[in-house]
């Protein structure tokens, strides 16, 4: 089967906002702040001290410095909505019943929106002293 | 709907396979972050919880898949700069082969040099 595209260069007649082109202008410009957060979130994470050192303390290290907050509900923000669009465009591609790519993307969308939320509350409100009993793990900042 | 796509310019060739591993590098690293969002949630509930989680994080086995990790991203970022310069920069489809190599080739580099490293610290830390 042989698919013509009539003159695929004449400007576009619908009216209304061109969602598709600001879905294509968002993955190439989330995608390039992303290198940097995502780079900079493995180097502090993953290359300097090693997994290793995560742990609570570690957490509390970063998260009681508004520098890394910001950075990462940023991080959070763009590769969540980054990462559900681009699904978004797989099930467009394969799903073939209309109602399966329907519910397939309204599913994606409420997960992305539900993890944006906790992600972001769990950034925002995190507290350190969450246990004061605690010994082993307990932050400097509590005692 | 057409079942067999009848081109063969792209078909087989580099734009194909960059794009295939470019999907399934964005997929894998999706389902990475559901998870990952859940994991760090637990700071927010009980410390000893997460610290319970991050433990299986620094076991080797998960080392490993952290390498993977690592290496879907590596690829995806870079093949994404060049599919934003395929789009944008005048030059960019002549030289989109070129730069797949150049993708591929920056990315072992980096991750030639970050793997010894990490597996040096998951297996000190599995000592
Ligand atoms: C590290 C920085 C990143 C860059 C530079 C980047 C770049 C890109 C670009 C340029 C596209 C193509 C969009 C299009 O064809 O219209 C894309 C697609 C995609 N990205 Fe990323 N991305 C990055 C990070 C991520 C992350 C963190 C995720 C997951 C959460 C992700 C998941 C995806 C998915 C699923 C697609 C769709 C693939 C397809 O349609 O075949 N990307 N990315
Ligand atoms: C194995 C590699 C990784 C490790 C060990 C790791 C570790 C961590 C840790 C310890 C935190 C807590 C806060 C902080 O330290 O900044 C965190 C948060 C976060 N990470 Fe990662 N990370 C890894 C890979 C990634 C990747 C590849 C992405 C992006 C696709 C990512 C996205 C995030 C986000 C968005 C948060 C904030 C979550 C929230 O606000 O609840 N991480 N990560």
Known sequence: MEIVIETPNSPRKRKGANWEKYGWMYMRISGAVLIVLIFGHL???LWDKGVGAIDFAFV??????????????????LALIHGTNGMRTITNDYAEKEWVRKTLNITLWVVCGALIILGTLVATTFDP???PNAVNYLPTVCK | MAKLPAGTLYRGKVGMWSW?????????????????????SL????????????ATYKTVIIGFGELGLVAAILFHAFNGVRIILIDFWRKGFK?????FWIVVAIAFILFAG??????????????
């Open chain 1, 60 to 77: 509390a290290g970063k998260w009681t410095n508004p520098f890394w907050q910001v950075w990462d509900v940023l991080m959070l923000w």
């Open chain 2, 20 to 40: 295939v591993l470019h999907r399934i590098t964005g997929v894998a690293i999706f389902f990475f972050l559901l998870v990952h969002i859940l994991d760090t």
């Open chain 2, 43 to 54: 700071v927010r509930v009980d410390p000893e919880a997460y610290n319970g989680v991050m």
């Open chain 2, 95 to 99: 030289y989109q082969n070129l730069m």
């Open chain 2, 114 to 127: 970050f793997a010894p490293r990490h597996l040096m610290h998951v297996f000190s830390y599995n000592n």
């Open chain 1, 129 to 131: 002293c969450i246990d």
């Open chain 1, 43 to 45: 180097i502090v994470n």
